[in-house]
């Protein structure tokens, strides 16, 4: 059974590991196994220096370190910086705009 998209939220590595070990434990309770090949984490700062940690260790898993990844259509970055994901969609709104540049309803005629 897979579990797809869960958050783990803390303001240290420290809280991080903790609330991590305390998901490991509950799913273990109901019959279920965390996935470090899918678990990774990401230290979201504007400061460069925060999180040097380059993995978290949770029994025999160890979780990678990422500094950006796909959240429900949204690309977060561990900057909070948003200027790629607006540039991810006004590209995507302006191939959706071209795609229906010669699209013709039923009545019109395309222009000579």
Do not use: W
């Not at 309770?29 to 470090?36: N, P």
């Amino acid at each position: 059974m897979d579990a797809d998209d869960v958050n783990i939220l803390g303001e240290s590595i420290y809280t991080l590991t903790e609330n991590a070990e305390v998901l490991v434990t509950a799913t273990r309770e109901i019959g279920l196994e965390v996935s470090a090949d899918k678990t990774k984490y990401m230290v979201m700062s504007r400061d460069q220096n925060t999180g040097r940690i380059q993995s978290v260790r949770i029994d025999n898993s160890t979780f990678e370190r990422v500094e950006e990844f796909k959240y429900l259509g949204t690309t977060l970055t561990n900057q909070n910086s948003i200027p790629e994901e607006i540039k991810s969609r006004l590209r995507s709104g302006n191939a959706c705009y071209h795609s229906v540049q010669n699209f013709c309803l039923p009545g019109c005629y395309p222009k000579i």
